[in-house]
């Protein structure tokens, strides 16, 4: 199995080299050359594996140049030491027949970016020793909130590594800065910037991008790598979630095997949707895709015209994973569909640069209407749905998950298919405290400790021991720097003269 760039199809690589480039010079995203392929027999049997398993066979298809032990070892530091809560990684929830909900958030941070990002990092080390490299890899992560966190989780004391994360002073919750300025490990760096997301993010690009800092870097024995979403060792862990839960529902009887499957799923950067399309294309009978955007709806009018436009209104929600405008992974779904066309795919990103705007070919159009159905939720009906969740079932979900379900429900109210449901729930309510009680009524009143506790009460749910634990951790990292001064305080970090 090789991998190509989507914006250059004759470039091809094995996965170890794509997972440590994270993205292709030609600044597209690596894709797997052929989709690998599973058979319905093989779904089912799938049913009596456990997770670590079932992604044991899922990575054995997609990194063809890793061998059974590399793999095996990858899995087993990320999914069997205990960082997950529950026994089976996810946890798959009944609400009523034909309505599932798929939890992937009982890892350490508490949000489902977790799945991906406590592999990665074994993934990288892997890749990087085999692609005969011995520098150090130093990740630098700009984050608005969750991804920082899982990455710091993950990389933390990884033999080998670095890892760097800068966060915007004053634009994440109380419970995230917390949960990154306690960080523990050794290897680990957490530094506020003065500014937004976007200066963090325009800062650790360019410090990225400069040739004088590689070159640096490397006479001291390091190199940079990214934990992106964009990167593939990223993707490929989430593709194993739905492989697993539709054998779960077939072994559990709640589906036929080759029964349809839909699948909604809140989405941002596109990547955990974008997952689902792989097991659908693997096999796998997922039958729609249903995208569930936040009032940033700029997927919901792409999939419906055909015509992606990021020149909108930006809107701060209380679901701020999704605050995104730029869903990267989305190109390499056009790829898919546009039958591997790198030229077509390069002319339409750069319209997307020149322009902020470009509309695809009426044969993908077909496919996008045929593959998927799209809608959002306002902050209003979000929090409606998690009203309704609550009543009808007894179930607290989080904002995220919240926007997914009331998409659902929309869905429903709209094509009355009653084809058995899976719904991606991304966050454990307790990292959204505040806007989680005020739908439901209660009051959020104290710190974020009594809010969790207030919370508990409502929902019955246990308190995830992470967060919990963050109430007697004292802070590590409480410096912050000037936009400017970020390119010191990593050179600081690493010992760099
Ligand atoms: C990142 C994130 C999302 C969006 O996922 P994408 O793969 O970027 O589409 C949704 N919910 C939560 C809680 C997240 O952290």
Redesign the pocket.
Known sequence: MYYESTRNSTLKIASAEAIVQGISPDGGLFVPCGIPSLTLDEISSFGKLSYPEIAERVFSLYLTDFSADEIRNCVKSAYCTGSFETENVDELKTLRRGLNILEL?HGPTC???DMALQILPHLLTASVRKTGTDKKVCVLVATS???GK?ALEGFKDAPGTNILVFYPENGVSAMQKLQMTTQDGSNVGVCAIKGNFDDAQTGVKKIFTDPAVAEKLSENGIMFSSAN?INWGRLAP?IVYYVAAYAKLVEAGELELGEKLNVT???????????AYYAKCMGVPIGKLICASNSNNVLTDFLRTGVYDRNRRFYTTI?P??D?LV?S?LERLLYHLSGGDSDYISGLFAELSSKGRFEVSDGIKKSLRELFWADFCTDGETKAAISDTYKSFGYTV????G?AVGVYNKYLADTGDKTCALI?S??SPY?FPDAVLSALGASCGGDEFEKAETLCKISGLPIPKALSELRSKKPRFTGSVERGEMLGYVYEALGIK
Do not use: C, E, R, Y
């Not at 799923?265 to 997952?275: K, M, S």
């Not at 989080?398 to 998950?401: S, V």
């Open positions: 958030w949000a489902f970016k909130g969750d991804t899982a979403s989430q799923v809140p989405t941002g950067n596109f990547g955990n949707i974008l997952a679901s994973s999704m995104i869903s992974n989080d904002t995220h998950t926007v991606a991304t966050a990292k």
